[in-house]
């Protein structure tokens, strides 16, 4: 199968997805450029490894300033100007905290991300928010900053431990519920084929998912009212990651956990037509999503929803859906939330 290619306009700037095999990477041999690495990719697309490079250690504490300042230095110490390129290769971590010092270095660098998990070819690497955490605070410094060039190559998909392929997919069911109803029902009748990898199916998740997220950028790229729907579920994921101490719980994990309390809390509000709330929930049920929690305090989720970044004048706002597709902002009373999350404890 040749490249397939979707073009987007983010704000001033112009960012292509392209998706295709290892042999796209051939264009940059020979090229002023530094890629970014973690431990976990490093070993994968020949054709980068003659490049300068950086090594990071994987996981969530890499995301900080510290790493943003190595990449910096390294890319002083290999004389980049202007012109040069920064190639990131891995998940949301490694693209994110490389993007943000693409963005500060000389103004702002030439970008290019290489997604390796579905999380990040579905989300992270696309629309331009770059960040590491800071404080106790996820992504709190960042900067808007889209890659010119996101190239997916699925074969990269290959050595991702299923848990976190199913990560990814959590998303691809969001993608679906926002904005594509085709992508809802091939999610639903061909569960078996989604969890096998077909290269086929996966491929086409991915464009579909991809061009909910490029729509809805590309109409907000800001997030000045419209791009926050892409946080369905996540005002109770972060609350989940907080309260948990980000142990037992993949970030798609607490996102699909998320949005069935986001459709239950909609259901309780007179808002999402009840149909719609059980059938997305069951989707989630049948990849195996765990819909309801055991042992976390509600309180303590409450506190941390509260706590939430995102909140506005300390009003928390929820990503509600009425049916597929139809996708609103609304304060919610603490205590209907409290009443749904204490109502689905197992
Ligand atoms: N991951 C949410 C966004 O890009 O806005």
Redesign the pocket.
């Known amino acids: 199968m040749g490249t397939r290619l979707l073009q987007y306009r983010f704000g001033g700037y112009s960012s292509c997805v392209e998706l295709g095999s290892e042999a796209l990477l051939e264009r940059f041999r020979g090229e002023r450029a530094v890629v970014v690495w973690d431990e976990n990719t490093s070993s994968l697309l020949e054709p980068l490894h003659e490049l300068p490079s950086v090594i990071l250690p994987p996981g969530e504490r890499t995301k900080s300033l510290d790493t943003v300042t190595q990449l910096l230095e390294r890319f002083l110490e290999e004389g980049l100007e202007r012109d040069a390129t920064v190639i990131a290769v891995g998940g949301g971590v490694v693209c994110d905290a490389a993007a943000l010092a693409a963005s500060l270095y000389m103004r702002g660098v030439r970008l290019v991300l290489i997604p390796t998990t579905l999380l990040a070819m579905v989300?992270?690497a696309l629309?331009g928010?770059t960040g590491v955490n800071f404080s106790a605070y996820k992504n709190l410094v960042g900067t808007f900053y889209p890659a010119e060039q996101i190239i997916v190559v699925p074969e990269t998909l290959e050595t991702l431990p299923q848990r976190e392929y199913l990560s990814g997919l959590a998303e691809v069911i969001k993608s679906a519920m926002l904005g594509d109803p085709e992508l809802f029902r091939i999610l639903t009748k061909k569960v078996d084929e989604v969890l096998a990898r077909e290269r086929e199916v996966v491929e086409d998740l991915i464009l579909r998912s991809v061009a909910v997220?490029g729509h809805i950028?590309e109409q907000d790229f800001t997030?000045r009212g419209g791009?926050e729907w892409?946080?369905l579920g996540h005002t109770f994921a972060h609350a989940l990651e907080s309260v948990t101490g980000f142990e037992g719980w993949t970030h798609g994990e607490a996102v699909a956990w998320g949005i069935v309390q986001a459709l239950r809390c909609g259901e309780a509000a007179g808002i999402t037509d009840p149909d719609y709330a059980a059938t997305a929930s069951e989707l989630f049920r049948q990849y195996g999503f765990r819909c309801e929690i055991d042992t976390i305090a509600v309180d303590a989720l409450i506190d941390a929803m509260q706590r939430d970044k995102k909140n506005r004048g300390g009003r928390v706002r929820y990503v509600l859906q009425r049916r597929p597709g139809e996708t609103e902002l609304r304060e919610l009373s603490s205590e209907l939330v409290r009443g749904v999350l204490s109502r689905n404890l197992s």
């Open positions: 989300d992270a629309g928010k997220k950028v997030e791009r892409l946080n």
